[in-house]
């Protein structure tokens, strides 16, 4: 059992060294200047190994993205567990987003790509890593309860709505540019949706 245990670990260690040293090649050289035999190379691994942990590039961004994720669910929980009205913490998750995009542009795309990828076990696959359409959920949840919605569409449906929006308008963002910043942006986008959200 303890071997195992160790094992686990040692396989554990050497999963988040391969994914420490492929962001960091992704923001050196950029995703697709990057390739996995870099990532192999520089991590002191075979090629096959790499594989072994992550079955395509792609993958390691999927990580990054539930980093992120897992953050924004926690700071969502924490404050609404304080009482915090959750439209205030929509703009907040939505804002801390933002930034977190903003500060790597170019990961971006090929993490948009994957949650539209053709393939549908790897758009699944995206979606569960990245399930910011079930953090918004959360959120509106207490908004729902007390009849500030519309009832016309389900939650997970108008949670779905929010998310794709993001997804969209970073990607655009990132790969044409704007006078705005990301934030800015992305106030915006919040300020009409829920606008198009709220009960009249």
């Known amino acids: ?67 992120i994720m897992k953050r924004l669910y926690q700071h969502a929980h924490a404050r609404l567990q304080e009482q915090a009205p959750p439209i205030t913490v929509l703009h907040e998750v939505w804002q801390c987003l933002a930034e977190e995009s903003s500060q790597e542009r170019d990961l971006i795309p090929p993490l948009a790509y994957e949650v ?51 997804l969209i308008v970073a990607l655009r963002w990132s790969s044409y540019g704007s006078e705005r910043s990301l934030q800015e942006e992305m106030s915006l986008t919040l300020k009409f949706l829920m606008e198009g959200v709220l009960k009249r």
């Open 116 to 166: 539209m990828n053709p393939n549908p076990e790897r758009a699944r696959t995206a979606y569960q890593a990245l399930p910011l359409s079930r953090i918004i959920e959360l959120i509106l949840r207490p908004m729902q309860q007390t009849g500030q919605l519309r009832s016309d569409l389900s939650l997970q449906r108008m949670s779905n709505l929010i998310a794709d929006t993001y």
């Open 1 to 67: 059992m303890d071997s195992l245990s160790l094992r686990e670990q040692q396989k554990e260690k050497r999963r988040a060294r391969i994914y420490n040293v492929a962001i960091e090649l992704f923001k050196q050289q950029g995703f697709q200047g990057t390739t996995a035999t870099d990532i192999a190379r520089a991590s002191n691994i075979s090629r096959g190994t790499f594989f072994n942990y992550y079955p395509y590039k792609e993958a390691v961004l999927l990580d990054y993205g539930a980093q």
